[in-house]
């Protein structure tokens, strides 16, 4: 294997850390069907970059809005 396609892909723990997942849960979501895209050709199981950062990115769930407090309700917990 070259180099460059070691740079291709994300090997399990890369992938689950990236996911802050367990090497083990990419395991049950491999068996499941559910996970990332993954290769296995004869050795480790290796997660194309590409791929994997597709799925990511469609499995990015929409963040709660940032809430700010008034000025008014700052002032009162300062106060206290």
């Known amino acids: 294997m070259t180099s460059t396609e070691i740079g291709?892909?994300?090997t399990s723990q890369e992938?689950?850390?990236?996911?802050?997942?367990?090497?083990?849960?990419?395991?049950n979501w491999r068996v499941s069907g559910?996970?990332?895209?993954?290769?296995?050709?004869?050795g480790p199981i290796t997660y194309p970059k590409a791929e994997f950062d597709k799925w990511r990115q469609e499995h990015m769930q929409p963040g709660a809005p940032v809430h700010r407090a008034r000025k008014s309700q700052a002032r009162?917990?300062?106060a206290n």
Not at 15 to 27: C, H, I, V
Not at 34 to 42: A, L, N, V
């Open 8 to 10: 291709t892909a994300y």
């Open 15 to 27: 992938a689950a850390a990236l996911l802050r997942r367990s090497t083990g849960t990419l395991a």
């Open 34 to 42: 559910k996970g990332p895209p993954f290769i296995r050709i004869g």
């Open 76 to 78: 009162e917990v300062s």
